[in-house]
């Protein structure tokens, strides 16, 4: 399988997507700032909303800004490559090749999912460690920088990797049955607004729940679509 990976990673022009990821990296730390940034220039948000104070409510929304936009970008590379090479037009060359679908549809598919699921982690850690790291010089809260502080964003960080797989596995699964690139990003915003909704009570454990949900679907979705990648064969 990874031969057919270092394949499509010499067929496919990667550039764009690896500029993408870069630039949610920036825009996530820019949100970090702005959210941090709003108890000083309001500060009445202080009284009716202190939560929002907190350096937790801040990374969380990082957490979520970078599950979000991840998603949205695996959704996109998974449409671009899996879903375009089983079109009516490109279908005949898939399934003229010399080796087993499955294996070229699950080559494609970890593609995707190894580099988001890097992507990820780099992007969340980096953006942490910068938006900590400055506190010393930009305080924007007076709340410490704590060692429980950094071990409870470990969980946040794998908990956004099934999240990000999971939720464009299901885009991916929606937006072949439909056949439309557009359905399957559509898809993808509408699954990651629970659990963007659920970060604004700052529970990790409903949105580790949540996470699991979506993973044991996306995992049944996956196997749904190898099975019609074989049934293509006949």
Known sequence: MFKLMKLEMKK?????????????????????????AIPL??????????????LSFKLMMVFILNTAAFTCLSTTMLGK????????????????????????????IWLV????????????????IIFLGTQSWLPFSNEPVTV???VDQIPLIFTAVFLVTSISLLALAIG???????AALFSGLLL????????????????????????LA??????????KVKRMEV
């Open 176 to 182: 072949w049955w439909r056949n439309s690139l557009p």
């Open 192 to 215: 990651v607004c629970v659990p963007s909704n659920l970060s604004s009570l700052q529970n990790i454990f409903l949105i580790i729940v949540v996470a699991a949900i979506y993973t």
């Open 41 to 54: 220039i309001d500060p009445s948000v202080r009284e009716g909303s202190p939560e929002v104070t907190t």
């Open 12 to 36: 496919n022009d990667f550039k764009p997507y690896i500029l993408a990821a870069g630039i949610i990296s920036v825009v996530t730390l820019m949100f970090a700032y702005f959210f941090a």
């Open 81 to 108: 490559i899996v879903m375009a090479a089983y079109q009516e037009k490109n279908g005949y060359l898939i399934l003229s090749y010399p080796i087993q679908r499955k294996k070229i549809l699950v080559s494609k």
């Open 148 to 150: 429980g502080l950094l």
């Open 113 to 128: 999912i190894l580099l988001n699921t890097l992507w990820t982690i780099v992007s969340i850690t980096v953006v942490d």
């Open 218 to 227: 996306a995992v049944i979705a996956y196997h749904l679509m190898v099975n």
